[in-house]
């Protein structure tokens, strides 16, 4: 069994800051990847970033890259998402999945992650 757990989000106005974070816990051969999507009302479950925990190498999405870091803790069960100059679109639930990624191609698409968490509100105004 794998548990996610997220963490901060909230509300902030463009050009501001948050972050939002994800304890991972259970079974830890079930996942060598971490990520965060994120879903806006009427709009697909759309990847935003994710990185291998062994390795440490990240992936993230064109519309985030430049502006939101992933991250790891030393025990690689906790990442963070590290998100700046935020803009309205970006509004959304984002939740924090767990899997085993054999290719990077496969990470955008939500299917191929099997843990997930419940999800956290980031809301960005104008």
């Known amino acids: 069994q794998v548990q996610l757990g997220e963490s901060g989000g909230g509300s902030v106005q463009a050009g501001g800051s948050l972050t939002v974070s994800c304890a991972a816990s259970?079974?830890?051969?079930?996942?060598?990847?971490l990520g965060w999507f994120r879903q806006a009302p009427g709009n697909e479950r759309e990847g935003v970033a994710a990185?291998?925990?062994?390795?440490?190498?990240?992936l993230y999405s064109d519309s985030v890259k430049g502006r939101f870091t992933i991250s790891q803790d030393n025990s690689k069960n906790t990442v963070t998402l590290q998100m700046n100059n935020l803009k309205p679109e970006d509004t959304a639930i984002y939740y924090c999945?767990?899997?085993?990624?054999?290719?990077?191609?496969?990470?955008?698409?939500?299917?191929?992650?099997?843990?997930w968490g419940q999800g956290t509100q980031v809301t960005v105004s104008s």
């Open positions: 990185i291998y925990t062994d390795e440490g190498r990240t």
């Open positions: 259970g079974d830890t051969e079930r996942w060598n990847a």
């Open positions: 999945a767990a899997t085993t990624l054999y290719f990077d191609y496969a990470w955008l698409r939500s299917s191929n992650w099997y843990y």
